[in-house]
């Protein structure tokens, strides 16, 4: 009965982390521009060792690559929001100083007029370096990523001035999978690598935002599902319990 139990603890062990990612994902389900990246599974495979081939324990295999399912698109109206297309992504500087990617587009100007996404992320230009808007100036982004300001305070038809153009890059033929700090970077790579362009060109929708890509009904079904699983692996343990008790229990009789 040992035996037992033992699978019933591995088999909690090995579900672990697709519940604390599925916990994450709930929380980010309204988070502006959040992707899913997480998919798990638990399989019986064979242990290897001495005796017969009969010892079978759970294992679970996990791929961690990021879902570029598009998200739901909300009009806001506010210039410095944007909906990034298809798979394209927008480089930023990560807290640790390193070329990072991400999804989230509402955008807004620091205090040290850089424009920066809601979470704190500087946005890097083209160029590599931040993408600085001068003072008092109104910024508008085009589909191309290129960004424009005009001065408010002039007088009469002004022609709107190229600030920069914002780092996008093409992720449809590139992994990416999640960061320490919940920004992208390519799978298998060091920190800070860049994209290698892909086939389709990058472009975004000003003055709308993608929310998050996770169905908040699957991942409370999912969640539903793994508090079973780990309920019945709970009463395995307690039946095995029982089991070895009676089987104690007749030979004190004898």
């Known amino acids: 009965m040992d035996r037992l139990a033992f699978n019933a603890v591995a088999a909690i062990n090995e579900q672990r982390v697709?519940?604390?990612?599925?916990?994450?994902?709930?929380?980010?389900?309204?988070?502006?521009?959040?992707?899913?990246?997480?998919?798990?599974s638990v399989r019986a495979i064979e242990v290897e060792g001495a005796g017969l081939k009969t010892r079978f324990q759970p294992q679970s295999f996990t791929e961690d690559f990021i879902s570029m399912k598009a998200g739901p698109v909300m009009v806001t109206g506010n210039d410095l929001d944007i909906s990034l297309s298809a798979h394209s992504v927008l480089g930023v500087t990560a807290p640790d100083g390193t070329l990072a990617f991400t999804r989230r587009g509402d955008l807004r100007v620091n205090a040290a007029g850089a424009l920066e996404t809601g979470n704190g992320n500087v946005v890097r230009a083209q160029g590599g370096g931040a993408l600085t808007v001068p003072l008092g100036v109104k910024v508008t982004i085009n589909a191309d990523g290129s960004v424009y300001g005009i001065d408010p305070a002039q007088v009469g038809t002004v022609a709107p001035v190229l600030i920069g153009n914002l780092l996008l890059r093409d992720s449809s033929t590139t992994p990416l999978q999640r960061r320490e700090d919940g920004l992208f970077a390519v799978a298998g790579a060091p920190k800070g690598q860049d994209i290698t362009p892909g086939p389709i060109k990058p472009g975004l929708t000003s003055g709308a935002l993608e929310g998050s890509n996770v169905n908040a009904i699957g991942v409370m079904v999912k969640m539903m599902d793994q508090a079973r699983s780990f309920e019945q692996q709970v009463n395995m343990i307690k039946e095995s319990k029982s089991c070895d008790e009676s089987g104690a229990t007749m030979m004190k009789a004898s």
């Open 18 to 40: 697709a519940r604390q990612m599925a916990t994450n994902e709930m929380a980010n389900a309204t988070t502006v521009g959040f992707k899913r990246s997480f998919e798990s």
